[in-house]
């Protein structure tokens, strides 16, 4: 059986649809992907998909699908996963006691929800398939014919020691990690070993489009309209893959904001944002090994902090030097909610004081209580000049010029490594974190504001003279006069 005869067939799948008519460019895309017979309205419909002349001759072991938004993305990978968990034999594949996985990972934990309703709903509704649910939780569900269809979230820890006989990677351009500067590059490094040993394992990428980086462009850029290529890209806007979304919806988002609608209605990858910081410029800066740099009295130390009420963003600090021509990041660090905003200050102004700072400079975060709070610690708390995103474009330079000194902070890499640089259309530029859960930059922030206050310190600092002689005095001298 087909996945297209398990559709039509009424004691199956049929029931799931309303209006067939309506998911005439999804059977196309499956018969591309499962290699079945097309008529010549799938050709058509197919040749405006892929850019491709000819669909392939053999199922494809990957396949990437970039479709706007209520395209019905998440369905499908619900649809496939439970077709090939059902109506697919892998045991010969597997040794004794061996379980498959099937296994459908998506962006965050509430999208990882929407596809598990899906899925509960396909097989519940078949009492054939539902008999095969030998157990069922929150993020598996066991089939008595030796494969768990797994809902995971994007972590390339979760990966590793299973069988993987299909992975469905939903939302891929918007995987996000505290842990990991490049998730989904990791991801799929991990799932390619996994399903090594499966004839045939599907690896399907999906996901609308985002910004010009990241597997789902690469891919995009390597295989589409490349009739000899064994990697399948389909291309579609919403309406194409789902006619019942109104187009008055489209057009509004459109006059709303032109570049972020055309992504997510028309499938187009952005040329509005890029990456912020480039992976080298990042690596570069970082001391390997080195997480904290205690304080030194021959160093004048300048904080930055990134203040939270407790509830959802996390509380950060972080302290730095000039050294020379060198901007040193010393301390960063952070504190994730929940949590006591009064302990948390009252343990930052301890720090603060072990290195010397008596003055801490932050946002205009929750008017007055920041500034009263540090205050009754004995810190004078100093509104920043600076909005985030002029921060982030101020230490730009410092970091392309090779002089600033990082700490091994993953978390801290990968919210620097996620900063995104987006250009309105009347050309400004401005700087933030990525959409979507799981995307912070409260370590960046700080880092960068400290930094940033280095930058500036050394712009303002005045040079002072030996009157005697007319010359510069020397950093030695100035310590012996208590001067810096």
Not at 453 to 458: A, E, K, P, T, V
Request: glycine letters at 6%; one cysteine or more; charged letters at 25%.
């Amino acid at each position: 059986m087909t996945i297209l005869d398990a559709i039509l067939d009424a004691k199956l799948f049929r029931p799931l649809f309303k209006d067939l008519a309506t998911w005439t460019s999804w059977s196309t895309v499956l018969k591309a992907i499962f290699a079945l017979p097309m008529t010549e309205e799938d050709l058509s419909i197919f040749r405006q998909l892929t850019g491709r002349h000819s669909p392939p001759d053999n199922p494809v072991t990957e396949a990437w699908l970039i479709c706007g938004r209520r395209s019905g993305k998440s369905f499908i990978v619900a649809l496939i996963a439970a077709f090939l968990a059902c109506f697919k034999d892998y045991r010969a594949c597997l040794g004794p006691g061996e379980r498959g996985v099937i296994m459908v990972i998506a962006a965050d934990r509430k999208q990882s929800r929407v596809i598990l309703k899906y899925l509960g709903a396909i097989l519940h509704s078949v009492p054939m398939l539902a008999a095969m649910i030998v157990r069922q939780d929150a993020e598996t569900i066991e089939l008595d014919n030796s494969i768990i269809i797994e809902i995971t979230t994007a972590n390339y820890r979760t990966i590793r020691g299973y069988t993987v006989v299909a992975a469905l990677c939903d939302e891929i351009a918007f995987w996000r990690s505290e842990e990991s500067n490049n998730p989904a590059e990791e991801i799929l490094a991990a799932l390619r070993p996994a399903m090594a040993t499966i004839p045939g394992a599907l690896l399907l990428g999906l996901s609308s489009p985002y910004k010009r980086s990241g597997p789902l462009y690469e891919a995009h850029k390597r295989h589409y309209a490349k009739d000899d290529s064994n990697v399948l890209v389909i291309q579609a806007d919403t309406r194409t893959m789902n006619s019942t979304v109104p187009q008055s919806i489209i057009d509004r988002a459109m006059e709303l904001d032109y570049a972020s609608a055309t992504a997510e209605y028309l499938a187009q990858f952005r040329s509005d944002v890029g990456t912020f910081l480039d992976y080298e410029l990042i690596e570069r800066a970082v001391e390997r090994g080195r997480r904290e740099r205690a304080p030194q009295d021959r160093f004048r130390y300048v904080a930055f902090t990134d203040p939270s009420g407790g509830a959802h963003d996390s509380f950060t600090l972080a302290i730095a030097h000039t050294e020379g021509e060198r901007y040193v990041l010393d301390l960063c660090r952070g504190i994730k909610p929940p949590f006591d905003p009064s302990s948390t200050v009252n343990e930052y102004a301890a720090l603060l004081k072990s290195y010397r700072v008596y003055d801490v400079t932050g946002d205009r975060y929750s008017g007055e209580w920041v500034r009263e709070s540090f205050s009754q610690c004995g810190i004078t708390y100093r509104h920043s000049e600076l909005t985030k995103s002029e921060l982030y474009l101020e230490v730009l330079p410092l970091f392309a010029q090779g002089c600033i000194d990082l700490l091994d902070l993953q978390p801290l890499l990968a919210e620097l490594l996620q900063l995104e640089r987006r250009t309105s259309r009347n050309g400004r530029d401005s700087v933030d974190h990525p959409p979507g859960a799981g995307s912070r930059d409260d370590l960046a922030n700080s880092c960068c504001g400290a930094l940033t206050l280095c930058s500036q310190q050394g712009r303002h600092q005045i040079q002072m003279y030996d009157i005697r002689t007319g010359r510069p005095l020397s950093r030695q001298k100035l310590r012996q006069l208590g001067l810096e």
